[in-house]
Nanobody, 131 residues
Framework: QVQLVESGGGLVQAGDSLRLSCAASGGTFSTYAMGWFRQAERNGRDLVASISFSGDSRYLADPLKGRFTISRDNAKNTVYLQMNSLKPEDTAVYYC????????????????????????WGQGTQVTVSS
């Protein structure tokens, strides 16, 4: 059973940076496309960024370009979300998720964009940005 554990969240001030980590276990991390989602109070779960299992392709939601970056280290079974210049509207629970399907279809550049594509989810980490 694949387990995903997020860490790195916390309470920060506007303009600060945070790096979220998501450690995977119980499976073959290098075969999973990975994604970061966030869910603010009373909102749905929105895609922040995704990265192909090869790491060769990345997607970042347009409003976050220039501030957020997704990366992965397959040797450490970990995917990261670097968040800079944080704003109060970035306050949310951040979730990582894994999708093993692109590997089996040979889609090394595919970055899943829909939350329903992801099969495994972490429990989330809270990020709170004060003004």
């Amino acid at each position: 059973q694949v387990q995903l554990v997020e860490s790195g969240g916390g309470l920060v001030q506007a303009g600060d940076s945070l790096r979220l980590s998501c450690a995977a276990s119980g499976g073959t991390f290098s075969t999973y496309a990975m994604g970061w989602f966030r869910q603010a109070e009373r909102n749905g779960r929105d895609l922040v960024a995704s990265i192909s299992f090869s790491g060769d392709s990345r997607y970042l939601a347009d409003p976050l370009k220039g501030r957020f970056t997704i990366s992965r280290d397959n040797a450490k079974n970990t995917v990261y979300l670097q968040m800079n210049s944080l704003k109060p509207e970035d306050t949310a629970v951040y979730y990582c998720a894994a999708d093993p399907k692109p590997y089996f279809s040979g889609s090394s550049y595919y970055t899943p964009l829909d939350l329903y594509e992801y099969e495994y989810w972490g429990q989330g980490t809270q990020v709170t940005v004060s003004s």
